[in-house]
């Protein structure tokens, strides 16, 4: 089973910004496409973005569209989401995750079945 450590959550003022990060043991994140969810309490994980593990193909949901980054540190078996311009809205737990693809770009579903998720990182986005 893969398992995933996320951390760089926190509050943050509207408008502010914070960069989370995505760690796995045991083996590489490169090795797989790798997705970012978020949950609020009540609902379904929600995607919102992933990147293509042999590519630089990212994909984003249009809610964080031009506002989230996502990107890879291979020397650091890292992969980060910079999230600018944030609103009340995007408060949540983040997780990230192996993720599906479809003809070879990263699409938001969990390559787990069950799916598996790690402990997240709150993100409070309020004033």
């Known amino acids: 089973q893969l398992q995933f450590v996320e951390s760089g959550g926190g509050l943050v003022q509207p408008g502010g910004s914070l960069r989370l990060s995505c760690t796995a043991s045991g083996f590489t994140l490169d090795e797989y496409n790798i997705g970012w969810f978020r949950q609020v309490p009540g609902k379904e994980h929600e995607g919102v973005s992933c990147?293509?593990?042999?590519?630089?193909?990212?994909y984003y949901a249009d809610s964080v569209q031009g506002r989230f980054t996502i990107s890879r540190d291979k020397a650091k078996n890292t992969v980060y989401l910079q999230m600018n311009s944030l609103k009340s809205e995007d408060t949540a737990v983040y997780y990230c995750?192996?993720?599906?693809?479809?003809?070879?770009?990263?699409?938001?579903?969990?390559?787990?079945?069950?799916?598996?998720w790690g402990q997240g990182t709150q993100v409070t986005v309020s004033s």
């Open positions: 990147i293509n593990r042999n590519n630089p193909y990212t």
């Open positions: 995750a192996a993720v599906q693809s479809l003809f070879r770009l990263c699409r938001l579903r969990n390559l787990q079945s069950p799916p598996s």
